[in-house]
């Protein structure tokens, strides 16, 4: 059934589908190790945030937090913020979008259309201006609702109730499962619900690793684990460059056809890399790993064309996850 | 056994402003121990008191983390490279601003 009552209900649903010139190949008899990717990019605004937003509106509502005609308040560097947008607009919220001002253009382009108001933070280094500008709008408003995504446990269970069991049911063969690793709701709801059904099934985090200019703290006390986080979902986590992130993106594109945004990219790393370990071993394998946003509003980076040094280069700097 | 140790912006005070140096040890424990000898203070500031990786330190060899691989005590191999990182939330607004909101949240 591809019928829906709403764009609301065409949340989720997306397609699993094999990667077979990437998988690397097998001699003859041997196990075989296949690669899967997970298309969030289709779902409602084009990105696996529309499950979270969704889902953390909908818990709020059902608090009483939310009532028709509130502000949302959220703290985003682009997708959440574009998934809240609709679906505030759809349900009847207002939504104020706090971000960093290093994202890029289309995201801002698309956040405007929704209907969202943004206030910009600095890129990072000034973090010190960021962190004023957030207390300051709290505390003017307290009446806005923030629904935090960081913290909010919606964001995981939207995964625990509809990828997990998405991806069960598609592919009860799975092994692995990499994603990405930001608020870190996708894997920790995806993980516990296929780690409750299968233990074994490993569950692989790629965070991307930025140049100094993004991270920019002044001490190691700054840092930050978002609330979600529970390591003892995972069993192995990796830290992905932008010079990988960017050939594997390219690399999706050239030999499946897949265009994908550059956190995909260090998605696909961590999977080729856990993917040829198990080759190796001659271990089956069948790995699954999560496309959290196609290409389009990363385009005016310039980072898919030209040598990969030079794409790099347009990365610097940015926030490309 | 030489590994070569990348170190961030924020620990460089500690190694004369060197953004890559060079250790040895057979596991991460050994390597920080080795390390603190030519770049004193170093270590005091990933491990706690209690004798653990800081919370908001990360420590990577060869762009994997250790937490996964043993902690203090994951194994190295000669040409290793090792990444220490402060923890940060990937894609996320300044952290230290989200820090700041999740407060007002509490």
């Known amino acids: ?321 | 056994m030489a590994i070569e140790v990348r170190i961030p912006t924020i620990l460089r005070q500690y190694t004369g402003g060197a953004k890559v140096v060079e250790g040895t040890g057979d596991t991460i424990a050994d390597l920080l121990t080795n390390l603190d000898a030519s770049h004193s203070g170093l270590r005091a500031r990933l491990i706690t008191d209690e004798g653990a990786l800081h919370r908001f330190v990360n420590v990577y060899i060869n762009d994997e983390d250790v937490r996964f691989l043993g902690a203090l005590d994951a194994k190295l191999n000669d040409g290793d490279t090792v990444t220490i990182l402060p923890a940060v939330a990937g894609g996320a607004l300044a952290f230290a601003a989200v820090e700041a909101l999740a407060d007002n949240l509490r």
Not at chain 1, 163 to 191: C, K, S
Request: with cysteine; hydrophobic share 40%; aromatic share 8%.
């Open chain 1, 1 to 321: 059934m591809a019928r829906f009552e709403s764009l609301l209900d065409a949340c989720g649903g997306t397609p699993l589908v094999g990667l077979p010139r990437l998988s690397p190949a097998a001699t003859p008899g041997a196990p075989q190790v296949r690669l899967w990717a997970k298309l969030e990019d289709r779902n409602p605004t084009g990105s696996v945030k529309d499950r979270a937003a969704l889902w953390m509106v909908r818990a709020a509502e059902e608090a009483g937090r939310l009532r028709p005609g509130d502000t949302i308040l959220e703290p985003t560097s682009g997708n959440t913020g574009i998934s809240l947008a609709m679906v505030a607009k759809l349900r009847g919220y207002r939504l104020v979008c706090v971000m960093p001002e290093n994202v890029s253009a289309e995201r801002v382009q698309l956040l405007r259309m929704y209907g969202a108001e943004i206030i910009f933070s600095p890129a990072a280094g000034g973090s010190n201006m960021a962190v004023s500008r957030a207390k300051q709008i709290s505390a003017e408003h307290p009446d806005w609702v923030m629904l935090f995504q960081y913290g909010n446990e919606a964001n995981a269970r939207a995964h625990y109730e509809t990828t997990g069991p998405e991806l069960l049911r598609d592919l009860p063969t799975i092994t692995h499962f990499v994603a990405g690793l930001g608020t870190t709701g996708t894997l920790m709801g995806t993980g516990r619900y296929l780690r409750e059904k299968n233990p074994e099934i490993e569950i692989i985090a790629a965070e991307p690793r930025y140049g100094e200019l993004v991270y920019g703290l002044r001490n190691i006390d700054e840092g930050y684990v978002p609330e979600l986080y529970d390591a003892t979902v995972l069993t192995r986590r990796f830290s992905v460059g932008t010079q990988d992130a960017v050939l594997r993106t390219r690399q999706l594109v050239e030999t499946e056809g897949l265009f994908v945004g550059f956190s995909t990219g260090a998605v696909a790393h961590a999977a080729l890399a856990v993917a040829h370990e198990a080759l190796k071993a001659g271990r089956r394998a069948d790995v699954a790993f999560l496309v959290a946003d196609a290409g389009w509003k990363y385009l005016s980076t310039g980072a898919y064309g030209g040598t990969l040094s030079e794409a790099e280069e347009a990365l610097e700097g940015q926030l490309w996850a």
